[in-house]
């Protein structure tokens, strides 16, 4: 048995349970020193909501980690300078990492292999983030998949493995190496603090994720098939793809708990089905992020290549990030993000939708915001659902259908609910008036106290116009390329 394993927390594995690589070390190690290292060259930086997520993450995960017996040592810098670091204080002869599918990740975990093997270490990479390793599923052919529906077929048929338990016990060595504290790592904002929403709104961490999953069976599980297009509804959807993202619960935990529950209970089984299935799309996004690295700056379909999106005019831009466009639900979408780091589904849709298509511009300068501001920001199901919505990414809504934002909000906002938390100066309109301010009679604005123009912008675009443009552009793109 290795005297002592180093192994290495992520920001993809923040948790004790159904933790492969830490079980690993924890079974075959007789102490174990668990080591977080904060690279900022690792692929893809992280944005400011995520960076906070983090701080919190870390901090429930250190103190689970030092009551289970072995405390977290936080470092910053070169991930393999570190290790060669930690290897020389603890002498372990023996590293455990979960392997993470971000693009650009594979090389530097390489190089960390290569550099133990060359150094008589031993370097053992386990999953744990997603349901299925993204390459062992394939087509017929042997490629990958570019369709949800077989791919998702495929993955059922293979079964993802159990769930394993929590290690029982972590025993860590006398002389544990110097830690910084979680405060030297930066994760914070410096200067004016705008997370107050956002620490208003979640709790990170294991615990958490584990009380807002058993909360959702009770409350939200049965209605999930409908609920889950309506965002003024508190409990509609899981709110689990923060904690997702940063590995706080399993996706082959909730998989496996969602399992139980079909089979205990029948009523809840159709439901437990869809989440399943939602689950089933973070799969695809990793399945197509692992085999496109640069999903996050090139379209899949090579017929968008040449696409003439608008060079945005920054003001515009600015009016979509701040929720100042002058339509109501892509508003309250807007600020729903900017003060919790969190976007309901179905209004993401509809602000991609209006960003690519009515605004005409660059998916890309999306992603990027959606990138810094949402709290579960992720390497794949962000750019791969924003191609998606933009019409040139697999299995994507065609770019013709183009989402009305107005027939949208009535549709999945009625009563304005949603509308009113965010958007407060409408929130005396009646619900008639609410999804098109401007077009409500003077009398009933003025006894809502709503100035068009004054009080809440004016639409920032003729909607008849933007969809004839949008239909333009997309008949004249390169065809030859498609
Ligand atoms: C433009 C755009 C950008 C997006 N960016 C992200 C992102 O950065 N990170 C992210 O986790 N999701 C992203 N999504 C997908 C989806 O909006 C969120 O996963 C979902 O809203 C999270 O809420 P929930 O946990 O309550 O979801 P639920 O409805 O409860 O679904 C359960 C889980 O399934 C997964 N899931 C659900 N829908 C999708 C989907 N369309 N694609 C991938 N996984 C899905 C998530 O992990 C989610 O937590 C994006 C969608 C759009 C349209």
Not at 123 to 132: A, I, M, S
Not at 167 to 180: G, I, R, V, Y
Not at 200 to 210: D, K, N, R, Y
Not at 321 to 333: E, K, L, R
Request: with cysteine; hydrophobic share 45%.
């Amino acid at each position: 048995m290795p005297a002592t394993a180093l192994y290495l927390v992520t920001a993809q594995s923040l948790r004790l349970d159904d933790n492969p690589a830490l079980s690993a070390a924890a079974r075959e190690a007789a102490h174990i020193v668990p080591a977080y290292i904060h690279d900022d060259s690792r692929p893809r930086r992280l944005g400011g909501a995520a960076k906070w997520w983090l701080h919190h993450a870390l901090a429930d995960h250190a103190r689970d980690l030092a009551r289970a017996g072995a405390p977290l040592v936080l470092r910053q810098g070169r991930l393999l300078e570190e290790v060669e670091k930690l290897v020389a204080e603890t002498g372990a002869r023996t590293l455990y990492l979960q392997h993470d599918p971000t693009p650009g990740m594979q090389a530097m975990e390489d190089a960390l292999h290569r550099w133990a093997e060359e150094n008589g270490i031993v370097c053992r990479r386990f999953g744990g983030h997603l349901l299925f390793d993204p390459v062992e599923i394939r087509t017929g052919t042997g490629r990958p998949y570019s369709v949800f529906t077989p791919f998702w077929r495929a993955c059922l048929e293979l079964g993802p493995r159990a769930p394993i338990p929590t290690p029982e016990k972590l025993s860590a060595p006398n002389d544990m190496p110097a830690t910084l504290p979680l405060e030297a790592l930066g994760l914070l904002p410096k200067g004016v603090d705008w997370t107050g929403g956002i620490a208003a709104t979640w709790e990170p961490g294991e615990a958490a994720a584990h009380k807002r999953l058993d909360h959702f069976i009770e409350a939200g599980l049965k209605g999930y098939g409908h609920d889950r297009d309506y965002p003024a509804l508190e409990d509609g959807t899981t709110a689990l793809s923060p904690y997702l993202r940063f590995g706080n619960i399993s996706p082959r935990r909730l998989f496996a708990r969602l399992a139980d529950i079909a089979a205990m209970e029948p009523a809840l089984a159709q439901g437990a089905a869809h989440v399943q299935r939602e689950l089933g799309w973070r799969e695809f996004c990793w399945h197509l992020a692992v085999a496109r690295p640069d999903l996050a700056t090139r379209p899949i379909r090579d017929d968008f290549t040449t696409f003439p999106w608008q060079e945005p005019d920054t003001s515009d831009l600015k009016r979509w990030q701040t929720g100042q466009t002058g339509f109501p639900i892509i508003d309250a979408g807007m600020r729903q993000l900017w003060q919790t780091g969190w976007m309901h589904n179905r209004v993401r849709m509809i602000v991609a939708s209006f960003l690519a298509k009515d605004m005409l511009t660059d998916w890309r300068h999306g992603e990027a915001w959606f990138w810094d501001t949402l709290v579960d920001a992720d390497a794949a199901s962000n750019p791969a659902n924003w191609q998606w919505v933009a019409g040139c990414g697999a299995d994507a809504a065609p770019f013709f259908r183009i989402f009305n934002p107005t027939l949208q909000s009535a549709k999945f906002d009625g009563a304005g609910n949603y509308i009113r938390r965010f958007v407060p100066e409408l929130a005396a309109l009646p619900d008639a008036h609410i999804h098109e301010p401007h077009k409500a009679p003077s009398a009933v604005l003025r006894m809502a106290g709503v100035t068009p123009g004054i009080t809440y912008p004016l639409p920032m675009l003729d909607r008849t116009m933007a969809r004839e443009r949008a239909l333009a552009a997309y008949q004249a793109r390169d065809p030859l390329a498609g």
